[in-house]
């Protein structure tokens, strides 16, 4: 592993430990703080798509914000991993429809239907700086996904403790355009026309 490579493990390990030190009563209240947040912005009002993780472990949960943009009317995508290891996106059809993908993750089964370019993408992360970069678990799923992929607007979720005032970044890397946490919404950029 080169300093590189070590730096970015190290950011990770230290935004994994303060997130998982998160008292559980405080976790709740701050995904309910974060899920009112995400769906008061216009945004997500004026979306018509939305790509969304589904939470696992100590990510800030998903699943009242999926209920709520179910019951706007929005058309809800998921992240499915296929065989060969590549995120799909794939219409949520319902909390029934999940099964234990290869990571132990919940998600939908195949689905060959085309999707739509994506208005808002909700995007998980270890860590987010302030000026967008997201530090993942390192896969780079995300990365190649919005590298090849329409989409109009991507949005960090993350608990503030998963804020740092820098990260390591690559070339790759695409950074955010709003973070979302429980103490407020940072605004960094405005979406490529």
């Known amino acids: 592993m080169n300093a590189f490579q070590q730096l970015k493990q190290a950011s990770r390990q230290r935004a994994l430990a303060r997130r998982r030190s998160l008292d559980p009563g405080d976790r709740q209240l701050a995904a309910a703080s974060i899920t009112q947040r995400a769906l008061a912005l216009g945004e997500i009002h004026r979306a018509s798509s939305v790509f969304i993780y589904l939470a696992m472990d100590d990510e800030v949960s998903t699943t009242p914000m999926i209920d709520a943009l179910v019951s706007a009317s ?3 995508f998921v992240p499915r991993l296929n065989v060969e290891r590549h995120m799909e996106v794939v ?15 919940f998600q939908p089964g195949p689905d060959s239907r085309p999707v739509p370019p994506i208005d808002v993408v909700l995007t998980p992360g270890v860590a987010f700086s302030r000026d967008g970069v997201r530090l993942g678990f390192g896969a780079g799923y995300y990365d190649r996904w919005f590298a090849t992929h329409p989409h109009r607007w991507r949005m960090g979720i993350a608990f503030a403790c998963q804020l740092a005032d820098e990260l ?9 355009h709003k973070l979302i946490t429980e103490n407020g919404v940072i605004a960094i950029s405005q979406p490529d026309s």
Do not use: C, N, Y
């Open 74 to 76: 929005k058309q809800v």
């Open 168 to 176: 390591p970044v690559e070339p790759h890397d695409r950074p955010m």
């Open 91 to 105: 219409a949520f059809r319902g909390w029934d429809q999940l099964e234990r993908g290869p990571m132990g993750i």
